[in-house]
């Protein structure tokens, strides 16, 4: 039996953010169906800057794996030799690379995008074919954000995008021929939903700790069109003061070292300040999905808790801070977004989310036909994939 050896880059399986975690477990969910295709033993190489040994995968692969180091990119811009001499893809056949999702990008800042470039250059250095994963790619708002993008996305063998700015985007900088426009991976993660006795209508409500604590500079650095903080407090407030809910505070990113970013403590303040549940700090995406499927409907600003609940059949209404939201959703064809962007009050966005509450059979239908389209981006993707490693 042949044996493959794929190299796995930025498949985070245990992150504060749970999205990180939801894509890395699906990714390899789908690549192992695709090896199950042609019988194929593999060995997958976990590239990492940290020592993550200490997490299994028996959880989410039947395959070998290995975790191997390479260094930071701050270590590699001192000592530019560390980089040449890294062998984290020694007798690898392929490496796949999911830039964490939306990481492929320079409004991160300069530094995270070299970053996230720098093993590509490796692996052309070692002759082994990069594929990117499903993913946002883009915006690129400086010309040097913009050269290093061409000069790295030229040494890709594959680029697959999740949504048609990043396909636009890539195309505006020259690519065409392997550019491939699916869907996010993680309409692929597996869950056990959770059921919860209630007569209620459940809501679950997903609070960004990032977008209520005014971004990382605490001065709306995503430039919200409306106060998020006051959105939520207010949503809250007619929620719970209507017998016929049951709210259910979710968090997505649970970090106690980051403060700014942590849905958590944000979560369980909301929870006792309003009467709500409060589902625990899951350090799993999966059983974080599994909470959500027992909803009856979701809202929430972190994309991959939308994302757990349209694949899970919960209709969503996903407060929107970027455009990868816009993407996603309007390659679902699923109209039932708050744009946080646009130009509305924190009033006019609540009444959109009780309009849209109000039209719920419609949501309904709404994700059975998403439920179409995602799938067969999923098998499209499966598809692409097997053959590329049919000609490896």
Known sequence: MKRLKIALVSHIIKEANLGCGALAISNIKLLDQVLDRFIIDAEYIIATTDNLEQIPLERFTKHKYEYRIYPRCKQSLKNPLRLFNCTVFKDCDLAINLCGGDGYTDIYGFGRLLAESQLVWVAKKNRVPMVYAPQTIGPFETKKGRLVAKITLDRVKQIFVRDHASNQCCRELGFKSKITEVIDVAFALPFEERVFDSSRMKIG??????????????????????????????????????????????????????????????????????????????????????????????????????????????????????????????????????????????DEAIDLFFDYLARYNEMVQSVQKAKQIYTSKLEEYKDYMEEIIRCL
């Open 205 to 346: 409500f997903n609070v960004s700790g990032l977008l209520y604590n005014g971004g990382y500079n605490r001065k709306n650095y995503f430039g919200l069109s409306f106060d998020y903080k006051a959105f939520v407090d207010k949503l809250l407030e007619k929620l719970v003061a209507d017998n016929r809910f049951e709210v259910h505070m979710l968090p997505h990113v649970n970090t106690e070292v980051n403060p700014v970013d942590d849905d958590y403590a944000v979560c369980v303040l909301l929870a006792r300040k309003y009467g709500c549940h409060v589902a625990p700090r899951y350090d799993s995406p999966v059983d974080a999905k599994g909470y959500i499927a027992g909803m009856d409907l979701f809202t929430g600003a972190r994309m991959h808790s939308t994302i757990g609940a349209i694949s899970s059949g919960v209709p969503v209404i996903p407060v929107a801070y970027s455009r990868k939201f816009n993407g996603l959703y309007g390659s679902l064809e699923y109209p039932w977004l708050i744009d946080a962007k646009a130009k509305i009050t924190v």
